[in-house]
Nanobody, 127 residues
Framework: QVQLVESGGGSVQVGGSLTLSCTASRSNLSRYCMGWFRQAPGNKREAVAHIYGGTGTTNYTASVKGRFTISHDKATKVLLQMHDLKAEDTARYYC?????????????????????WGQGTDVTVAS
């Protein structure tokens, strides 16, 4: 089991930046796929970005490529740096984790089912 706690949400203007942080209760994220997801009111949850702790392999949904960066400290934290925020980025953002072991193909993190989730943090981008 792993507990996840998100922080860093808030309200910003269009074009602004925020950095979300996810702290895991277990260290050594090298054995995990980690993901950031978001859900806007009335919408389905969507994947935003993933990272495999073992290799640092990342992938992003098309709408955030070039604006968002996912990273980790190989210990307990996963960050989502968000720049050039748009009104459509407004959502509750969730951190998720899935243990996959060492030597995993990080490109497959985007296809994993994630079993561990945080409570989320709200991001509001005002136009």
């Amino acid at each position: 089991q792993v507990q996840l706690v998100e922080s860093g949400g808030g309200s910003v203007q269009v074009g602004g930046s925020l950095t979300l942080s996810c702290t895991a209760s277990r260290s050594n994220l090298s054995r995990y796929c980690m993901g950031w997801f978001r859900q806007a009111p009335g919408n389905k949850r969507e994947a935003v970005a993933h990272i495999y702790g073992g290799t640092g392999t990342t992938n992003y949904t098309a709408s955030v490529k070039g604006r968002f960066t996912i990273s980790h400290d190989k210990a307990t934290k996963v960050l989502l740096q968000m720049h050039d925020l748009k009104a459509e980025d407004t959502a509750r953002y969730y951190c998720a984790a899935e243990p996959v072991g060492l030597g995993y193909n990080g490109d497959l993190c985007s296809e994993r089912r994630y079993d561990y989730w945080g409570q989320g943090t709200d991001v509001t981008v005002a136009s």
